[in-house]
C-alpha cells in the first residue's frame, strides 16, 4: 500500500540506491550474505528494513512469499546490487511468469523510507498455503534471529513449520 502520508520533504532523507544499481530486498536464506553473493555478484549490504502491511507466507510450493496484509511487517536484508544482476536474477527465477518483482518502500530501523525491491513467487492470491520444509526455513529463521528482527515475527514462522 502506498504511504499516503509521507510528507514531500520525506524524500530528500529517502535511502535510494546509486545510478546503475537497485535496492534488494531479500528476506529469505539470501539474509546470510554469503548465499546473496551466490545469486548476484557483490551484493553490499545497506541495512535491514521491513516492508509495512506485507505478511510472509508460505505458498503450496513450500516456498517463502510476500502477500498484503494489514497490520503486520515482513523483515528482510537490503543490498544495493546492479542492476544487470538484478535482471540475471529474474532471469534465473522465471520472471514474470514463475516469480514477481516489486518495487515498493520499506522503512530502516530508524523508520526512513527505502525505495527497494523484492521478487515473490507468482502466486498473488494463494489458492492453498502450503508448509514449509524445516531444512527451506531453518536457515531464514536462522538469519532473522541473528539479525535482531523481533520476536513476534519470528514465532509467525511456526505456523509454517513446526520443527522450528
Same mark, same amino acid.
Given at each position: 500500500m502506498p504511504d499516503q502520508n509521507m510528507p514531500t520533504h520525506a524524500v530528500s532523507g529517502m535511502i535510494r540506491p546509486q545510478l546503475g544499481n537497485r535496492l534488494w530486498?531479500?528476506?529469505d536464506a539470501a539474509m546470510n550474505p554469503q548465499v546473496a553473493a551466490q545469486r548476484v555478484p557483490d551484493p553490499v549490504f545497506v541495512t535491514t528494513a521491513h516492508i509495512p502491511s506485507r505478511r510472509l507466507?508460505?505458498?503450496k510450493d513450500g516456498v517463502a512469499m510476500i502477500v498484503p496484509r494489514r497490520d503486520f511487517r515482513v523483515f528482510g536484508i537490503v543490498y544495493e546490487v546492479a542492476d544487470v544482476a538484478l535482471a540475471a536474477v529474474?532471469?534465473? !527465477? $522465471?520472471?514474470?511468469h514463475l516469480?514477481?518483482?516489486?518495487?515498493?518502500?520499506?522503512r530502516d530501523p530508524d523508520h526512513r523510507p527505502i525505495l527497494m525491491e523484492f521478487h515473490t513467487p507468482a502466486q498473488p492470491r494463494p489458492s492453498r !498455503? $502450503?508448509?514449509a520444509d524445516p531444512s527451506y526455513l531453518?536457515?531464514?529463521?536462522?538469519?532473522?534471529?541473528?539479525?535482531g528482527f523481533p520476536e513476534?515475527?519470528?514465532?509467525?514462522?511456526?505456523?509454517?513449520c513446526s520443527d522450528i
Open positions: 530486498f531479500v528476506y507466507m508460505v505458498s529474474d532471469v534465473q !527465477l $522465471g520472471v514474470p516469480w514477481h518483482r516489486y518495487g515498493c518502500l520499506g !498455503l $502450503g508448509q531453518k536457515p531464514i529463521v536462522e538469519a532473522a534471529r541473528k539479525w513476534e515475527y519470528l514465532d509467525q514462522f511456526r505456523f509454517w
